[in-house]
């Protein structure tokens, strides 16, 4: 059974992955982190893909990880189902990812958007980390990339009550990029994916990796990190297209090499 559709040529060059269990406000059972790392695995090999957008529906992106799956287990249980893997390997898709959000992100639905590197809201969204009503916890990064995102007080607050923000508070506190009307939010989406598909692939796989190393290292190493993906995209063709576009008055025609 599948809980996801994934539309690899949704537009060209970008993918479209949808979050397909609407019952329950897609939330995230084992099976379908399973699915969404396969489609993502594939798609980051797929050459003609350069943008992948994630969502879910109008009324949810995701409700968090599936509360009926997780009741009756034992700490022993979690630990050898391992699904941090599963979080991971989704964690190191190369290619941008956009989450396009409306409704319920909650949870491991947030955490999940948080994971992509750009959310796109819908003005229903709502975000949240209200695993602390269920008795326990934020557990695939909720804790360290909330706080990153929007600061140690706020954090704090969703954390301890569990309360929702809005999509506008969430973008006043630099978790959105953007917020539009829901009829519109897959299209923003899609705008955006389509403004990074038109850059060098291999420039944007470079940067996002820089981008991210600043989550996980000091100053100093960052930037000898970005150094050296700054000087590989001296190897690239797509380097010389980009400046001799630049020269020659063209738009640049980027091939990923
Ligand atoms: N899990 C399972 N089913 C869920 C669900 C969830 N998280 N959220 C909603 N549903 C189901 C409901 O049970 C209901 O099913 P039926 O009763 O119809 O069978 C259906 O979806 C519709 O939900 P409601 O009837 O509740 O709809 P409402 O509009 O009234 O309320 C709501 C919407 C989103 C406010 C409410 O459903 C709700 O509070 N849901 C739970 C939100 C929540 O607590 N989320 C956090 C879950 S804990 C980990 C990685 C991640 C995680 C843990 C570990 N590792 C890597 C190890 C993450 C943990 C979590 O996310």
Request: aromatic fraction near 8%; charged fraction near 25%.
């Amino acid at each position: 059974m599948s809980f996801i559709k994934v539309t690899p040529e949704y537009r060209p060059q970008i993918a479209l992955i949808e979050l397909n269990r609407p019952k329950e406000l897609n939330a995230l059972n084992l099976e379908l982190m399973g699915q969404l790392r396969d489609a993502l695995q594939e798609l980051d090999k797929n050459d003609t893909i350069r943008v992948i957008i994630l969502t879910g529906n109008e009324k949810a992106f995701a409700a968090g990880a599936d509360i009926k799956q997780m009741a009756g287990k034992s700490a022993i249980d979690m630990l050898n189902i391992d699904q941090f893997s599963t979080w991971d390997q989704i964690r190191k898709t190369r290619k941008p990812l956009i989450a396009a959000v409306s409704g319920f992100a909650l949870g491991g639905g947030c955490e999940l958007a948080m994971t992509c590197d750009m959310i796109v809201a819908s003005e229903t969204a709502k975000f949240g980390q209200p695993e602390i009503k269920i008795g326990v916890m934020p557990g695939a990064g909720g804790t360290q990339r909330l706080t990153r995102a929007i600061g140690k007080a706020r954090a704090m607050e969703m954390v301890l009550t569990g309360e929702f923000i809005s999509a506008y508070e969430a973008k006043a506190y630099g978790l959105v990029n953007k917020v539009v009307p829901v009829e519109v939010y897959l299209e923003e989406a899609v705008r955006l994916a389509q403004k990074i598909a038109a850059m060098s692939p291999i420039a944007a796989r470079l940067a996002k990796e820089a981008v991210n190393r600043a989550f996980e290292t000091h100053l100093d190493e960052g930037l000898h990190f970005e150094r050296k993906n700054f000087y590989l995209t001296f190897a690239s063709e797509d380097q010389k297209e980009g400046m001799q576009a630049f020269i020659e008055k063209r738009q640049p025609k980027y091939k990923g090499k």
